[in-house]
């Protein structure tokens, strides 16, 4: 049996944060207007409130204005095909982002091709996914992005290695499969991307160098899943019911944390791993938005 080492994705988030407020410091300095992020945020799904609550506060952190429109779940096509026009044409706005999921009535992908690509720091627009696909400048996804990052600097090397990848969504497992394979400096993994659909899972899973979870069910991955030795990261959080807890719940991954942490030599905790990234991922395509990193202004 081995321990494995935690993946402390706070302490790596803490570490950018405070490189991209530098960044943001520097350019106040210079009588540069600080980087703008505005969110739109469509009736009051609990999960999106505290989603665009903790983007908020992480960009007070760093120094980025962050806006939230917010609209009321009745909002029509029409009205929020309005405010994204107006965001879209506002130049204090740097980049802004459409928070998911949207009330039945509203189809997100008509919405997400509406986001002019220079703005859709979120990189969920056609043209961001198939620059990502083509090696080219562009916003990439803030989880795919910010599982890279962790890997990165937590010395991970990935060029060579098996990834397995469980879970084909379009935010989060398919452009991870992109990027991780992708012939650049941080790539060139050999990926397996697996979905519900895959047969014999666990036969593919116990090949994994590295096992990525973004499955989106709770304690998914079990250790029997898991090659020893293997470094796994876990992107799902979910909220599980657990009454000998204060709070009457308690966070899990897909992972099963108890049981595969003595089966992987690296493993990513939740909370703590991958969540952070996320946030941390969209400040820095809102810095880079800003400085015309991507996209240069007209
Ligand atoms: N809903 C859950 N995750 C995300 C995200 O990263 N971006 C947006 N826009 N909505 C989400």
Do not use: W
């Not at 999921?101 to 198939?130: C, Q, T, Y």
């Not at 899990?252 to 990513?268: C, L, R």
């Amino acid at each position: 049996m081995t321990t494995s080492k935690l993946i402390d994705g706070k302490a790596v988030a803490e570490t950018i944060k405070k490189e991209i407020a530098e960044e943001v410091a520097a350019m106040i300095d210079a009588d540069l207007k600080a980087p703008h992020l505005a969110a739109i945020l469509v009736g009051n799904d609990p999960a999106s409130e505290t989603y665009v609550a903790s983007k908020e506060k992480a960009c007070h952190a760093v120094g980025i204005t962050s806006t939230t429109y917010r609209l009321p779940g009745s909002t029509t096509e029409k009205e929020l095909n309005q405010v994204i026009d107006f965001l879209n044409q506002d130049d204090d706005v740097d980049g802004f982002i459409l928070q998911l999921p949207l009330p039945k009535h509203l189809n997100a992908d008509h919405f997400i091709e509406r986001i002019h690509p220079s703005k859709d720091v979120d990189g969920f627009h056609p043209v961001n996914i198939g620059r990502m696909q083509l090696g080219l400048p562009c916003y990439l996804p803030a989880t795919p992005y910010g599982v890279v990052e962790l890997l990165k600097r937590s010395k991970v090397a990935v060029a060579g290695k098996h990834c397995v990848v469980v879970g084909r969504s379009n935010i989060v497992g398919t452009p991870l499969s992109i990027l991780l394979s992708r012939k650049s400096e941080f790539g060139n993994a050999t990926v397996t991307l697996c979905h519900s659909r895959t047969a014999n899972l666990k036969s593919l899973t116990l090949q994994a160098d590295i096992l990525i979870a973004a499955i989106g069910q709770a304690d998914f991955i079990q250790a029997d899943m898991v090659k020893p030795g293997a470094v796994v990261i876990d992107v799902g959080i979910h909220r599980l019911s657990d009454t000998s807890k204060e709070k009457g719940y308690r966070l899990a991954g897909d992972v099963n944390f108890e049981q595969v942490k003595s089966v992987a030599s690296y493993i990513t905790p939740v909370p703590g791993g991958v969540g952070p990234m996320t946030i941390v991922s969209l400040l820095q395509n809102t810095l880079s938005a800003s400085q015309n990193r991507v996209y240069s202004k007209p």
